[in-house]
């Protein structure tokens, strides 16, 4: 993922390092925090990695009092007033770092654990939060650099932590299931996507515009480089039940070593194409063109996957649009004009392909059961509109469930990068029964959740930038006071 969420397209820049820990101190984030930020006391004694009791919930404010939603599992919801979670009725269960900044609240895979960054833009400093829900207890441990983004390993013993080099590109750490690092390396790159192989410890990376595996997580040195791809994707995604990945390719099969000014080539005279990689031979299914910004999302069973893919505009015939971007030395942006485009459905053993709305879709996610798909677009044609929409597609019939302005956190920190997000169960409740997200009101940026098949309306829970629903429902304790 980009520092600062910005797409870098010179292969010049592209190079995997593997460095020690960055000694420097973490670059300011841009996120405000209350000027008497006292991060140990907001959460536990002392520094370091720290056990302690669960702090009384906050009191709830700015609740709208609106129709209960169903959904079972735990809600968790973060911003400037820090993270709590919720029931899909409202209803606060826990609640920690009150009007402290809370960001990236990542549930563990078995929904057993959360791990968050907690921010302190006037010390510089930002902090990895842990809480497992089945106690109540919450850890602590300082972070090497402000992570914009986490991801948990299968078996919840490592976390893959994403946040600003010290040499402006993005670096990786690995950390333990306490949020303390697990190992002295990081690497580091121009820009970084990453996902975990399904049930395994692997590790796929794309870092710049180069496709790597890394087999042992606590030993990042040493890995497996399939060669340049180039930038038309961002999160490559695993096929479930297999030891395949879907990738996009600008580059023609490039042979690894081939020179920067090659690749330009072969990416000025070759469409992007969607490819499916076995992990372990190597062997390479072809399964179609692809786009100049393409979103995957494989479905459960691993049987077909949707893809949003954008059309080339005509500067760009003939080839990806970042092909005149690198000959020309300019960063490609990031997304193309707004709804010119599609969603489609490959059939991943055929390449068969189904579209199933002309719009670029923003966000991809499958239900947790595998029977519908949630996509995110733009709710206008209009640029100048801030509004998202909401459809579901549920194999047959697409339907619109909402519009909503999305907050600005959601839309520029976690909208923008959708396929990395989605890697892991984020939106939907562990029923696939209702969806939850952060929006604007006409006052406060919320929690907010819609439910599927209902009348489309969105009930807001509390002030949040982003929510993000448990994959799994698991019943907490009640919270002991004191």
Same mark, same amino acid.
Request: negative net charge; glycine residues 10%; aromatic residues 8%.
């Given at each position: 993922?980009?520092?600062?969420?910005?797409?870098?397209?010179?292969?010049?820049?592209?190079?995997?390092?593997?460095?020690?820990?960055?000694?420097?101190?973490?670059?300011?984030?841009?996120?405000?925090?209350?000027?008497?930020?006292?991060?140990?006391?907001?959460?536990?004694?002392?520094?370091?990695?720290?056990?302690?009791?669960?702090?009384?919930?906050?009191?709830?404010?700015?609740?709208?009092?609106?129709?209960?939603?169903?959904?079972?599992?735990?809600?968790?919801?973060?911003?400037?007033?820090?993270?709590?979670?919720?029931?899909?009725?409202?209803?606060?269960?826990?609640?920690?770092?009150?009007?402290?900044?809370?960001?990236?609240? #990542?549930? +563990?895979? =078995? /929904?057993? *654990?959360? &791990? @968050?960054?907690?921010?302190? %833009?006037?010390?510089?400093? !930002?902090?990895? $939060?842990?809480?497992?829900?089945?106690?109540?207890?919450?850890?602590?441990?300082?972070?090497?650099?402000?992570?914009?983004?986490? #991801?948990? +390993?299968? =078996? /919840?013993? *490592?976390? &893959? @932590?994403?946040?600003?080099? %010290?040499?402006?590109?993005? !670096?990786?750490? $690995?950390?333990?299931?306490?949020?303390?690092?697990?190992?002295?390396?990081?690497?580091?790159?121009?820009?970084?996507?990453?996902?975990?192989?399904?049930?395994?410890?692997?590790?796929?990376?794309?870092?710049?515009?180069?496709?790597?595996?890394?087999?042992?997580?606590?030993?990042?040195?040493?890995?497996?480089?399939?060669?340049?791809?180039?930038?038309?994707?961002?999160?490559?995604?695993?096929?479930?039940?297999?030891?395949?990945?879907?990738?996009?390719?600008?580059?023609?099969?490039?042979?690894?070593?081939?020179?920067?000014?090659?690749?330009?080539?072969?990416?000025?005279?070759?469409?992007?194409?969607?490819?499916?990689?076995?992990?372990?031979?190597?062997?390479?299914?072809?399964?179609?063109?692809?786009?100049?910004?393409?979103?995957?999302?494989?479905?459960?069973?691993?049987?077909?996957?949707?893809?949003?893919?954008?059309?080339?505009?005509?500067?760009?015939?003939?080839?990806?649009?970042?092909?005149?971007?690198?000959?020309?030395?300019?960063?490609?942006?990031?997304?193309?004009?707004?709804?010119?485009?599609?969603?489609?459905?490959?059939?991943?053993?055929?390449?068969?392909?189904?579209?199933?709305?002309?719009?670029?879709?923003?966000?991809?996610?499958?239900?947790?059961?595998?029977?519908?798909?949630?996509?995110?677009?733009?709710?206008?044609?209009?640029?100048?509109?801030?509004?998202?929409?909401?459809?579901?597609?549920?194999?047959?019939?697409?339907?619109?469930?909402?519009?909503?302005?999305?907050?600005?956190?959601?839309?520029?920190?976690?909208?923008?990068?959708?396929?990395?997000?989605?890697?892991?169960?984020?939106?939907?409740?562990?029923?696939?029964?209702?969806?939850?997200?952060?929006?604007?009101?006409?006052?406060?940026?919320?929690?907010?959740?819609?439910?599927?098949?209902?009348?489309?309306?969105?009930?807001?829970?509390?002030?949040?930038?982003?929510?993000?629903?448990?994959?799994?429902?698991?019943?907490?304790?009640?919270?002991?006071?004191?």
């Amino acid at each position: 993922m980009p520092s600062r969420r910005r797409l870098v397209t010179r292969a010049a820049l592209c190079a995997l390092l593997v460095l020690a820990s960055c000694a420097s101190p973490p670059e300011r984030t841009s996120v405000p925090a209350p000027t008497d930020a006292d991060l140990e006391s907001a959460l536990a004694p002392g520094g370091g990695t720290t056990s302690a009791a669960a702090p009384a919930p906050a009191t709830e404010t700015a609740r709208p009092s609106v129709d209960p939603v169903d959904g079972r599992g735990l809600i968790a919801a973060s911003g400037p007033t820090g993270l709590r979670f919720l029931r899909s009725d409202g209803s606060e269960v826990f609640a920690v770092a009150a009007d402290q900044v809370v960001t990236q609240p #990542t549930w +563990s895979r =078995d /929904g057993s *654990r959360l &791990a @968050a960054t907690l921010l302190d %833009p006037n010390r510089g400093e !930002a902090w990895v $939060i842990v809480v497992d829900v089945t106690t109540w207890d919450v850890t602590t441990a300082k972070a090497s650099r402000p992570y914009f983004f986490y #991801t948990w +390993s299968y =078996d /919840g013993s *490592r976390l &893959a @932590a994403l946040g600003p080099s %010290p040499t402006g590109g993005t !670096a990786a750490d $690995i950390l333990d299931g306490t949020g303390a690092p697990a190992s002295g390396l990081s690497l580091i790159s121009q820009s970084l996507f990453v996902a975990w192989e399904p049930g395994g410890d692997r590790l796929l990376l794309h870092a710049g515009h180069g496709l790597l595996l890394v087999n042992d997580v606590d030993s990042p040195d040493s890995h497996h480089d399939f060669g340049p791809v180039g930038f038309d994707f961002q999160a490559p995604a695993w096929v479930p039940g297999t030891g395949d990945f879907l990738y996009v390719d600008s580059y023609a099969q490039a042979p690894i070593g081939t020179e920067p000014e090659a690749l330009v080539d072969r990416s000025a005279t070759t469409t992007p194409q969607l490819l499916r990689r076995s992990a372990d031979s190597g062997e390479i299914t072809e399964l179609g063109p692809a786009g100049a910004f393409t979103l995957m999302a494989v479905h459960p069973t691993g049987d077909r996957a949707a893809i949003s893919v954008a059309e080339l505009p005509p500067a760009a015939a003939g080839g990806s649009l970042e092909a005149a971007a690198l000959e020309a030395g300019q960063p490609a942006q990031a997304e193309p004009s707004v709804g010119a485009g599609s969603v489609q459905i490959v059939d991943l053993a055929t390449a068969e392909r189904r579209t199933v709305i002309d719009r670029i879709g923003l966000w991809l996610e499958w239900s947790p059961d595998g029977e519908r798909l949630l996509i995110g677009t733009s709710a206008s044609d209009d640029r100048e509109s801030v509004g998202l929409a909401w459809y579901i597609w549920d194999g047959n019939e697409l339907s619109e469930l909402a519009r909503f302005a999305p907050t600005a956190t959601f839309f520029r920190d976690y909208v923008q990068f959708a396929d990395q997000y989605t890697e892991a169960p984020r939106l939907w409740s562990p029923d696939s029964t209702a969806i939850a997200f952060g929006a604007q009101t006409a006052d406060y940026a919320v929690s907010a959740v819609a439910q599927v098949g209902g009348s489309g309306g969105v009930t807001a829970l509390g002030l949040a930038d982003v929510s993000f629903w448990s994959p799994v429902d698991v019943d907490p304790p009640p919270v002991q006071p004191g």
